[in-house]
């Protein structure tokens, strides 16, 4: 693998692809930054087509745009935050671990005893062995604890050395100022120091925790690896005195302006400490925009349908990867299928590892991709002959090439429902009081295997065009190709237990300080340098 980075990197510098900064170490594992934000739109980042009128305004990420490579066609794994995030840290479809579910999707309560198998093997775990330090901050969302163990799922036991954040995900519970203290808490590595948590300052302080690790790996000379998993910009939105009301977007706007911050603290500090030049980061979102949240929710560009959907707008996700100083290349884009699934993969072959032989793996190495010379010609070919679209548990459609298929649809609430909350958007709930998109739900559109409803990638991203035997002549070969990979992959599946179909139980709930589940012992931050807008 070093020895391709070189030849790329020799490639890139003959094709005249800028570099900003310096060049990398001689011989030297490359860092790696991974910031993954939660709920954001392909329409919320003005470098992927991003202009509804909001007034946000992103300059950290637009630099990290400038200075590296946009992937316009960087597909989520799944399009719920769970078997999403599973399938970044295995490299493996939520489905083989257990952590895909139908009819519910995510992990729902802290307190069950199901979440990511200790017999995965995860990118921090791949990582550490070639070497590199390890740490992660913010939602995790992939289980606490169980019966035997109270932290078996917790990030620490996933192969990362820290942990500071939520170990579950942000809920109406958690609304800033009214946090429940019983669904929402604050670790720091396998202990609670906040009970409730406040959500104020959270990004703050998991910006910290970056920033001062940045510094402390970098003084280190050893490679590392940091997951930031921010909260942002997930419902129910919150903000830091520095941040409340500065946008022209609302909370929703403040939300991101302050994730934009953060983005640039954690690139300030790789230039500050000295290792910019020696790492690769990757900037994404985990899914789609929830539309059912209306004005709290973001967008999705123009793409169709949005969060617990297969449609693009719940799958295609912003995606910048930066990395000048080891290859990759400077304001440039390509259009190539890549994936969130593909992450660990491509971490591990960048760090000169290689991936255990005792599984299968959906993920690919696009290193190729991320390092490929931005000299004019071919766009990278995908890694991906086929790739299969997931919800649930269920295959609902898949890709060849441009050609992509669904199997099923979502019924969508503004089909049926007079004033409907959002467009596109999944059926309203009476009892959750918010649209929920079931995977077999009986009112799903189902489309015969002979028959998919058919799109072209390429021409028609947003998906408003079918293809049908009148105006595609490959429509049926299509069509049984993709259902033949479909089978095939589904074949390949090893039934595991459910991990999500696991009830609460109160005694694994965490709690500081029995019985009274209470402290307020948080990690000190630099407050912004920025006026505060409110007094929170």
Known sequence: MRATLLLLLVAAAAAGVAVVGGAPTPGKQPNFVVLLVDDLGYGDISRFGGDDGRNISTPNINRLADEGLSLTQWIAPASM???????????????????ASTPVRILLDGSQ?????????????????QGYRTATS??????????????????????????YGFPHTNLPDCEQ???????????????????????????????????????????????????????????????????EGRSGGGPFGDNVEEMDWSVGRVMEALREHGVADDTVVLFLSDQGPALEEADH??????????????????????????????????????DTLVSTVDVMPTLVALAGGELPRDRLYDGKDISGVLLAPADGGAEPASPHEFYMHYCGTIVSAARHGNIKVHWRTANWTSTYMEDAPCEECC???????????????????????????????????????????DNFPDYHREAALLRDARDAHVASVVEVRNQIHTLPNSKLKPCCNPPSCECDNPLPFTPPALERRSDL
């Open 81 to 99: 935050c769970t078997p999403a995030r599973a399938a970044m840290q295995t490299g493996r479809f939520a489905v083989r671990s257990g952590m």
């Open 113 to 129: 005893p199901g979440g990511l198998p200790q017999s995965e093997w995860t990118v921090a775990e791949a990582l550490k062995e």
């Open 138 to 163: 913010g939602k995790h969302h992939l289980g606490l604890g169980n019966y035997r163990d109270r932290n078996a799922h917790m990030p620490t036991r996933m192969g990362f050395d820290t942990y």
């Open 177 to 243: 100022g009214n946090e429940d203290p019983m669904r929402c808490y604050l670790f720091h590595d396998e202990e609670v120091v906040q009970q409730p948590m406040r959500m104020q300052n959270l990004t703050l302080q998991f910006t910290q925790h970056a920033t001062d690790y940045i510094a402390e790996a970098a003084a280190s000379g050893e490679p590392f690896f940091y997951l930031l998993s921010y909260l942002h910009v997930h419902t129910a939105l919150f903000s830091s005195p520095w941040f």
């Open 297 to 334: 929710a973001g967008t999705t560009g123009g793409l169709k349908g949005g969060k617990g959907q297969t449609y693009e707008g719940g799958i295609r996700v912003p995606a910048i990867a930066w990395g000048p100083g080891v290859g990759v290349p400077a304001n440039h884009s390509v």
């Open 427 to 469: 059926p309203f709930d009476p009892e959750v009081g918010i649209g929920l998109c079931m995977c077999d739900d009986p009112a799903s559109i189902i489309y015969p295997d002979h028959a998919p409803l058919m799109y072209d990638m390429a021409s028609d991203p947003r998906e408003r065009h079918p293809l049908t035997p």
